[in-house]
Every structure is written in structure tokens, then in C-alpha cells.
């Protein structure tokens, strides 16, 4: 079963407007989050991370927030640009594992 | 800077052949993950390697196995490819708990 969801299969943004994907997780172990950006032929690189006792990180136009209670994380680009167009990812882990569990991803375009 | 490599791009291969994909990475990182990504269904983890000689299934393994004889290098191994094993392959390296490199990936696809 999956373990961590992403229930936007795509999202279409005005380019200077904020993007806001979401991703929910059913494991309440899962202490270390992440989301990665994926362009076409290319390998997913890594985009920013938040660990659990936080609610909220920023670097630069993103930010992960977290709640734990929902077990919802969402990832805001503000703001948006072209160059943003990608699918998003977000990944999950528990502390005593190596294994990251992946969402099935959000393809995000940012309309000029 | 961090680099993984995948050896090939591109792949086309027939149904029944042995298939090896080989991975590299140059940041003496302990653990190695192969994945499989197609669309809808996101990254599936099918094996990841935490030491030399060491490997554990992921998700889907069924069909593949894998080997590191070295540190640096990953390998995934078809041993009779069929056609529902044509996918997009990430290798990635990690090393802690911290944020995974991927590879560029290979686009295999069996005929």
C-alpha cells in the first residue's frame, strides 16, 4: 500500500503566483520528509527537507511545512516561475531506516 | 561536486536477455538504491545496498537482482528481461539519513 500520497497528478500555476503541492503519509514513523524536482530525462535532484520537529523550512522561494497531526506535508514555490516546471516528489523516512518512500508526483506547470 | 553515474542513457533490449545496469558514485556514500519510475506510479524501490556485498529488497524485486563488489558501484541485473520491465531506472547513493543523489537514469525498453 502506498505510504505516501500525492493526490494532484499535475497543477497548472500563473508564473508569479505560488504554487502549493501537497503530499499526506499514513506512517506516523516517518520522521524525515523531502521533496525532490524531477525535469524529463533527467535524474530527480533534491529540492529542500524538514525533519520533524519542525513545522516549517524556507530556503530561498521554498517552503515545506508540516503538520504532523494530519500527517499532511505541502511544499509552496512563491513565486512562481517557468523554470519551475517540473514534477515534484515528496519522500518520506523513518529514523531507523535507510529506505525513502516516494509519492507518485505532482507535474507542476507554470504558465509565462 | 556529487556525481552519480548510470552507464547508459538509452537502452533497447529484447526480450529474454540478460540485462546489467551499472551505477558509480564518487562520494564514498555507504547505502545505494536502485529504482524504477513510470508514470502514475511514481518511484518504486526494488534493491538498496547499505555496505559492500550487502543488499536488501525494496518493493519489487521480483525479477531483478542487484550486486556491489566495490563501494562505488551499484549494479542491476535483469536476468531475463520481459517487456513489463520497460521503465525509466534511478540509481541513487546516500550517505546517513540524509537527501539521496540520483544518477541521470537509463530508459530501458524491451522489445
Known amino acids: 500500500d502506498q505510504q505516501v500520497k500525492q493526490n494532484s497528478p499535475s497543477l497548472s500555476v500563473q508564473e508569479g503566483r505560488i504554487s502549493i503541492l501537497n503530499c499526506d503519509y499514513t506512517n506516523s514513523m516517518f520522521d524525515y520528509f523531502l521533496w525532490y524536482k524531477k525535469y524529463p530525462a533527467e535524474g530527480p535532484t533534491f529540492l529542500i527537507s524538514?525533519?520533524?520537529?519542525?513545522d516549517k523550512n524556507e530556503d530561498g522561494r521554498f517552503t515545506v511545512f508540516l503538520n504532523k497531526s494530519a500527517k499532511h506535508l505541502s511544499l509552496h514555490i512563491v513565486p512562481s516561475q517557468p523554470g519551475d516546471s517540473a514534477v515534484y516528489f515528496c519522500?518520506?523516512?523513518?529514523?531507523?531506516?535507510?529506505?525513502?518512500?516516494f509519492g507518485t508526483g505532482t507535474s507542476l506547470t507554470v504558465i509565462p | 561536486d556529487v556525481k552519480v553515474t548510470q552507464s547508459s542513457r538509452y537502452l533497447v533490449k529484447r526480450t529474454g536477455e540478460k540485462v546489467f545496469l551499472e551505477c558509480v558514485q564518487d562520494?564514498?556514500?555507504?547505502?545505494m538504491f536502485w529504482y524504477r519510475q513510470d508514470p502514475g506510479l511514481g518511484l518504486r524501490l526494488i534493491y538498496f545496498?547499505?555496505?559492500?556485498?550487502?543488499?536488501e529488497k525494496g518493493d519489487i524485486p521480483e525479477g531483478y537482482s542487484v550486486s556491489r563488489e566495490k563501494k562505488e558501484r551499484f549494479s542491476l541485473i535483469l536476468e531475463s528481461a520481459s517487456t513489463n520491465q520497460t521503465s525509466m531506472y534511478l540509481c541513487?547513493?546516500?550517505?546517513?539519513?540524509?537527501?539521496?543523489?540520483f544518477g541521470p537514469g537509463t530508459r530501458l525498453t524491451v522489445t
Open positions: 541513487a547513493s546516500k550517505a546517513g539519513r540524509y537527501e539521496q543523489y
Open positions: 545496498s547499505y555496505d559492500v556485498k550487502m543488499k
Open positions: 519522500a518520506a523516512s523513518r529514523l531507523t531506516g535507510n529506505q525513502f518512500y
Open positions: 562520494m564514498d556514500h555507504e547505502n
Open positions: 524538514i525533519s520533524s520537529i519542525k
